[in-house]
């Protein structure tokens, strides 16, 4: 595998179930992040990690859990979801540096559906 | 606070013809610009990236976008438009001294026409 993948590509859950979604990068990186992309929304930050610390959590919703075991791995965990949260949710990763920003590099996501 | 504009939600133009996609962006220190390109089904694809080198600044398939500070803005282009390029295309915004963030646009769907 290279790159950024994620599993699974698409999920159906109700909205009592959980469930997690899987990203992995394989391009030595030590940032990753979640985004969400809904319909007719600009791409929405969720959280970074950078060197396996959460240092960005932008506003999102306890029914959201990340978790990150290490640098290659990246968890979102999903519970009593509500049928807006139905979207695409995207993983990238990056270099972490000490002067700021590198490229982010994205998986292909995950096609979430509520019911 | 850092933004970007993407001026038209959708352009069309035909097979061969010049590709013009508009980002204006906002931003209190010098930015670091990028634009990302999805096909359906997939995952955002780096294109282009400026980080305050050269102001013209080439991509992947042919694409370039020219930076220009006074105008606030980084607008994409390509001189012949192919059937393949028909995408969505994404402005983004950085920080290069802040925390790990990306500011997208909101997307210009690109359709190509035969």
């Known amino acids: 595998e290279t790159g950024v993948t994620q599993t699974p590509r698409h999920l159906v859950m109700g909205m009592t179930n959980k469930k997690s979604l899987k990203c992995e990068q394989h391009?030595?990186?030590?940032?990753m992040y979640w985004y969400k992309q809904s319909a007719k929304k600009p791409l929405e930050l969720m959280f970074v990690?950078?060197?396996?610390?959460?240092?960005e959590n932008n506003s999102v919703p306890s029914r959201f859990s990340p978790e990150c075991p290490n640098s290659s791995h990246l968890f979102l965990h999903l519970h009593t979801l509500q049928p807006e949260d139905s979207a695409l949710y995207l993983c990238?990763?990056?270099?972490?540096?000490?002067?700021?920003?590198?490229?982010?590099?994205f998986g292909p996501g995950t096609r979430l559906t509520v019911l | 606070a850092q933004s970007v504009t993407q001026l038209g939600s959708h352009v069309s133009v035909s097979e061969g013809a010049l590709v013009l996609l508009r980002c204006n962006y906002s931003?209190?220190?010098?930015?670091?610009l990028f634009w990302y390109v999805q096909y359906p089904n997939q995952g955002l694809q780096l294109l282009l990236k400026?980080?305050?080198?050269?102001?013209l600044v080439k991509g992947i398939n042919g694409f370039e976008a020219e930076f220009k500070k006074s105008e606030t803005s980084f607008h994409l282009t390509k001189p012949s438009a192919h059937m393949s390029d028909a995408a969505e295309y994404f402005c983004?915004?950085?920080?290069?001294?802040?925390?790990?963030?990306?500011?997208f646009g909101q997307g210009t769907r690109l359709t190509i026409n035969p």
């Open positions: 990238a990763s990056s270099h972490r540096l000490p002067e700021g920003t590198d490229t982010q590099y």
């Open positions: 391009l030595g990186h030590n940032a």
């Open positions: 990690y950078s060197l396996e610390e959460r240092v």
């Open positions: 931003s209190s220190v010098p930015p670091y």
């Open positions: 400026y980080t305050s080198a050269a102001t």
């Open positions: 983004a915004v950085s920080d290069p001294k802040g925390a790990q963030k990306l500011v």
